[in-house]
Nanobody
Framework: QVQLVESGGGLVQAGGSLRLSCAAS????????MGWFRQAPGKGREFVAA?????YYADSVKGRFTISRDNAKNTVYLQMNSLKPEDTASYYC????????????????WGQGTQVTVSS
């Protein structure tokens, strides 16, 4: 069982930056692929980025967002730069055993989400 807790969301102006963190419980964090997804009001959950042996990004965030992990701290990060109003959403981190994938279904564990609001 893995418990995930996100933090770092907030209100930021367009062009600004935020860094999201996701702290995981458990002693086998390094064996999990980690992903970030987001969901805006009235929309479905959308893939943002994932990391296992390599990293994956949605086209909409490529070049602006960076996913990274610190296995010693059981934490995955999402550095978000050049934020746009369309990045406004609740951001969720997720974990699964095995390789990272870009769809939500295969992830077994989810955090409660952290809100990111980007003003224009």
């Amino acid at each position: 069982q893995v418990q995930l807790v996100e933090s770092g969301g907030g209100l930021v102006q367009a062009g600004g930056s935020l860094r999201l963190s996701c702290a995981a419980s458990g002693r086998t964090f390094s064996s999990y692929a980690m992903g970030w997804f987001r969901q805006a009001p009235g929309k479905g959950r959308e893939f943002v980025a994932a990391i296992s042996s390599r990293t994956y990004y949605a086209d909409s965030v490529k070049g602006r967002f960076t996913i990274s992990r610190d296995n010693a701290k059981n934490t995955v990060y999402l550095q978000m730069n050049s934020l746009k109003p369309e990045d406004t959403a609740s951001y969720y981190c997720a974990a699964r055993v095995g390789a990272a994938v870009v769809t939500a279904g295969p992830y077994n564990y989810w955090g409660q989400g952290t809100q990111v609001t980007v003003s224009s």
